[in-house]
Structures are given as structure tokens and as C-alpha cells.
């Protein structure tokens, strides 16, 4: 080609050379072609194959750009499972005995100069606590709606070492504790904090200087392996307006923050209750699969974490204010429970959120663990056996005053006050054990790798027009030369 003149560079040579020429089957028997009838046979050839040809690379591209995946399943079994964290979070959030003094408004440190001999009450009501009174119909629904109202706004208001304070501690909840038949210790126990629960404690939560040597491990399935917990729902100190009675136990990776409103199961006083568990792990793929996983580790958190700070974040740019049943990172003021201007902006807002969605990317983890669990009760003999007694040491900014204040009786040296049916009904069992020991994985794989892609282009082309590489770069040469002819030929038209 580099030997051709540019007078030499027409229409006629152009189309000769493309068509007569060129290395693509169905064009050189057009152009070879003499008679009229095999030509218009032949072109009616190419133009079939160009449709089929068109039709066919589209349909695999959509394909291929909506980013499937295949799932492979595999299970393993190695004769040893670590173990999950267990948090256990009392559907009372405070006894009723410290209600008096959050109604106050009244620090914990304040509050232990004073004792109160206010015996626990009863359950009257189990009906769930709205801001508003709007869908009331009685008066007394009015007055626990206002009561219960007053309390938690002061209650959320509380600072962090209040809350705790005011709440259940951890041998208030858990009295009894072994796993794999050796007994528990304080220090295997974590606080968390959650605004619907109040005080919940994990058993097996991984920390920084928690490395994976020390997790906690089973190697055989059954009840008499895995975490035994004799608990109290103290019963008998439940507020009124409390809606339900028990214990919210949460099963979790131990990498992970618990999340009870969502993840949490009941368990009723006056039972054992038996879980059997099951692990399963999920692999995801990342953007641009149709997940879009996100690996939440190097942040320290999780898809409820993300979900939660972003509507926080719209909560204090259209509200001013922030949930306070949800915990945040952000500075912002809590919500006004009694506020109505405030809690109705807050509705609004999770109205627009529910219809149109978070204006946050909050996807799922790119590896999530969870557990299975097979749940069995039966009722709970009177003649409870405790299991192990859990080594306890008191809380030093809750328990501990000056000799000139006079100290705050904590429940559990109250018995004198909790009837003996009172104390059976507010126990529960739970035993929490592995029922296999095989560890399913669902790892997603992409359906087609980039390789694959060029298989399958390279098959249509071939398969349609007969077209190589080699004839690519041969089409990609003309239309070279004919650009090149019609830019001559613009050069040479007189302006």
C-alpha cells in the first residue's frame, strides 16, 4: 500500500480492494461475483449474517454487562468450629425502682444518695410505647403513652456512665455461666449499650488484643458442649408500660457488633431454652456485581452501622435533631420525645426515606457470617441447679460512694422483697450449642471473565462473517485509506 501514488487512490480502488480483495468471505463473493442474480444472492447473504451476527453479540453483551454470578457451595469439616458471640440484653431497659429518678431528671451520682423502698410492680400493660398519643382511645392509654414518654426522654438524655448506672449489670442478669463444663468468668463478658435494651453483655466478643488463637473453639456438637446461662429477667422491677417480658439474645460472628432490634430473638422467663446452630458463610462479589459487597473491616463496622449514621446524618440536616434511640457518632442534639414539631419531622423523614431510599450506599458485606439456629423450649423445674456461679467484681462508678452518702440497695440484695415465685418466674435457661460441625460456604464466582468475553465476540464474528483478528486489522487498514481519500479530496475541492 505504501507504493500507491495518490492519484491512484479512487473510489473504484478503494472498493475493488475491500470488496474483491478482502479476506472476509462473504464480501469477496459479493464482489467477485458476475452474474446479477449470485451477487444479490450473496449480499442477501452478508446482510443475514450481519443481523444474526448483531443480534447475538448484543443479547451476550447485556448478558454480560448486568455482571452475573454462579454460586459455588462447598462444606467443610474440621472437626472444630470457633464459637459465636452471645449477647443478652433485658427487655427492661431500667427497673422500675430507678424510674423515680430519671422522671427527676436526676444524675446517678445524685441519685444514690437517696434510697428508695419502691417495691416492683408488675406487668400491667404490654402495649408498644409511641411519641405520639394520636391513636389512643381511653385515657389510661393516654396517661402510660405521656408517662412513658416523660421517662425515656430524660432516659435518652442521659449521659453514656448514667445509663449504664441506671440499668441491670451483668450478675444481675446472668447468675449462673459455664462453657464446655468450665465456669465463666467477668472478664469473658463485654458491655454494649443499646438505647432500646439498655445494658447487654456479650460472651466471646473479639477485641483488638482478642487474636484468633485465644477464640473460644468447640470440637463436638450436643448439649453438653458449647455455653450454658442461667439467667434473671427480674421481673418484679419491670416499669408498666415495659411491652414485653424476657430476655433478647443475639447470636453473632464475634467480629462484629450486635445489632438486637433486628438480628435478636426472645427468650421467656420460666423456661430452658435450647438453640442449635448451624454456621454459614456468604462470599460476595464487589461493585460492579450486582451485590456492590463492601468490605466494612477496615472501618470497624457493618451495613446497619452505615444505614443507621446515614439516617442520623438526614435526621440532623432536616430535623436539627438525631434519633436518640439510635446510637451516633455524630455531634448533634438528641430528639425531643415530647416535642411534636420534632417527632413529626422525624416521621416525615422516615416516610420520604421508606419511599424513595437512603441517599447513602450502605451495601452488603463482602464476607458475612451467620448462624442457623433450631430453637426448642421446654418448661423450667422450680429446683433450679445452678450451673457454675459467675465470678463477679462490682461495678466502681456505679456501687461506690463517700461514707456522708448513703449508699443505693442494689436489686440483688433485695430478695427479702421478691417473693420466691416471683424469683422462679423471672428465670431462664439457655443453652447454646453447635448441632454439626460443618461450616457451609456460598462463595459467588463472576459468570464470565474478561477472557471470556473475548471467546465469546471472536465466536460470533467467526461463526457470522468469518472474520479473524487478521481481517479486523485489514478492515481497520481501509478505512484508514478511505478516510485519508476523502480528506485528499476535501484539500483539492477549490474554497
Not at 448486568?66 to 431497659?93: H, K, M
Not at 417527632?343 to 447513602?360: I, Q, T, V
Not at 464474528?461 to 479486523?472: D, E, K, Q, T, Y
Amino acid at each position: 500500500m505504501s507504493h500507491v501514488n495518490t492519484e491512484e487512490l479512487n473510489n473504484t480502488y478503494v472498493l475493488n480492494s475491500l470488496v474483491k480483495k478482502s479476506s472476509v468471505p462473504a464480501f469477496s463473493r459479493v464482489g467477485q461475483a458476475e452474474a446479477k442474480p449470485q451477487r444479490i444472492f450473496w449480499l442477501s447473504v452478508l446482510l443475514m449474517c450481519l443481523c444474526g451476527c448483531g443480534y447475538e453479540t448484543s443479547s451476550f453483551l447485556r448478558t454480560f454487562f448486568q455482571y452475573p454470578v454462579l454460586i459455588d457451595v462447598e462444606t467443610e469439616n474440621s472437626g472444630t468450629l470457633d464459637f459465636p458471640a452471645v449477647t443478652v440484653c433485658n427487655l427492661n431497659r431500667v427497673g422500675d425502682y430507678n424510674s423515680e429518678c430519671i422522671e427527676n431528671n436526676k444524675a446517678w451520682s445524685a441519685c444514690i444518695q437517696e434510697f428508695s423502698d419502691i417495691v416492683g410492680n408488675p406487668i400491667i400493660s404490654e402495649r408498644k410505647l409511641y411519641t405520639a398519643i394520636s391513636k389512643t382511645t381511653t385515657q389510661l392509654e393516654i396517661k402510660y403513652k405521656l408517662k412513658s414518654q416523660k421517662l425515656f426522654d430524660h432516659y435518652t438524655h442521659q449521659d453514656y456512665a448514667d445509663r449504664k448506672c441506671y440499668g441491670y449489670r451483668l450478675h444481675h442478669l446472668v447468675t449462673n455461666c459455664n462453657f464446655n463444663s468450665v465456669s465463666c468468668r467477668a472478664d469473658d463478658f463485654s458491655y454494649f449499650q443499646s438505647i432500646p435494651y439498655g445494658n447487654c453483655y456479650t460472651f466471646n466478643k473479639a477485641s483488638s488484643n482478642h487474636t484468633e488463637s485465644k477464640r473460644l473453639a468447640v470440637r463436638k456438637v450436643g448439649q453438653d458442649s458449647g455455653l450454658d446461662l442461667e439467667l434473671d429477667a427480674w421481673l418484679d422491677t419491670y416499669l408498666d408500660f415495659s411491652a414485653s417480658a424476657g430476655m433478647r439474645v443475639i447470636v453473632h460472628n464475634a467480629d462484629e457488633d450486635p445489632n438486637p432490634v433486628d438480628d435478636g430473638f426472645n427468650i421467656v422467663p420460666g423456661y430452658e431454652t435450647q438453640v442449635s446452630l448451624t454456621k454459614v458463610s456468604i462470599q460476595r462479589l464487589p461493585a460492579p456485581y450486582r451485590d456492590r459487597c463492601r468490605d466494612y473491616k477496615s472501618t470497624k463496622g457493618n451495613q446497619f452501622n452505615c444505614i443507621r449514621e446515614c439516617q442520623q446524618e438526614m435526621a440532623r440536616e432536616k430535623c436539627g435533631c438525631v434519633d436518640p434511640f439510635l446510637r451516633t457518632d455524630l455531634q448533634a442534639s438528641l430528639c425531643n420525645l415530647t416535642n411534636k414539631s420534632q417527632m413529626s419531622c422525624f416521621d416525615d423523614l422516615l416516610n420520604n426515606l421508606e419511599k424513595a431510599g437512603l441517599p447513602c450506599e450502605c451495601p452488603l458485606s463482602c464476607i458475612s457470617t451467620t448462624f442457623e439456629k433450631k430453637i426448642g423450649m421446654a418448661v423450667l423445674h422450680p429446683r433450679i441447679t445452678s450451673i457454675s456461679p459467675l465470678l463477679i467484681s462490682e461495678v466502681p462508678e456505679c456501687d461506690s460512694g463517700s461514707n456522708s452518702r448513703k449508699k443505693r440497695t442494689p436489686p440483688n440484695q433485695r430478695h427479702n422483697k421478691r417473693s420466691h415465685q416471683g424469683q422462679t418466674e423471672s428465670k431462664a435457661k439457655l443453652k447454646i450449642f453447635y448441632g454439626s460441625l460443618d461450616h457451609t460456604t456460598y462463595t459467588q464466582r463472576a459468570m464470565f471473565s474478561d477472557s471470556e468475553l473475548y471467546a465469546h465476540l471472536g465466536g460470533h464474528l467467526g461463526l457470522w462473517l468469518g472474520l479473524s483478528c487478521i481481517a479486523l486489522f485489514e478492515c481497520v487498514e481501509y478505512l484508514a485509506l478511505l478516510f485519508y481519500l476523502l480528506v485528499s479530496k476535501m484539500k483539492i475541492l477549490p474554497k
